[in-house]
């Protein structure tokens, strides 16, 4: 059973960092695609940023690039999201999501989702 399990979310001030981790067991790491989808209240979901670990590949959201870094640890089985420069715009809930079918995935290609982790930055 694959499962994801995202953590780090919580209350920032605009200008502030966060880390969040998503944690993957039950699935060939190293053959996986894992991303960061965010959804804010009543608007569509969004994928942020996604990294392939077939050939560590990356992709960014234009709304994130150059504040927000994507990385992987495969040791541990680990994926984070690097948040910095944060903006109220930024607030939403944020989940890992992942594949082993596709190279930096579009939304409806991930098969498999972790629960959100919110995100909240203040003005």
């Known amino acids: 059973e694959v499962q994801l399990q995202a953590s780090g979310g919580g209350l920032v001030q605009a200008g502030g960092s966060l880390r969040l981790s998503c944690a993957a067991s039950g699935l060939s790491f190293d053959d996986s695609s894992i991303g960061w989808v965010r959804q804010a209240p009543g608007k569509e979901r969004e994928g942020v940023a996604s990294?392939?670990?077939?050939?560590?590949?990356?992709y960014y959201a234009d709304s994130v690039k150059g504040r927000f870094t994507i990385s992987s640890d495969n040791a541990k089985k680990m994926v984070y999201l690097q948040m910095n420069s944060l903006k109220p715009e930024d607030t939403a809930v944020y989940y890992c999501a992942a594949t082993s079918d596709y190279d930096l995935p579009d939304l409806d290609e991930y098969d498999y989702w972790g629960q959100g982790t919110l995100v909240t930055v203040s003005s």
């Open positions: 990294f392939s670990h077939s050939d560590g590949s990356t």
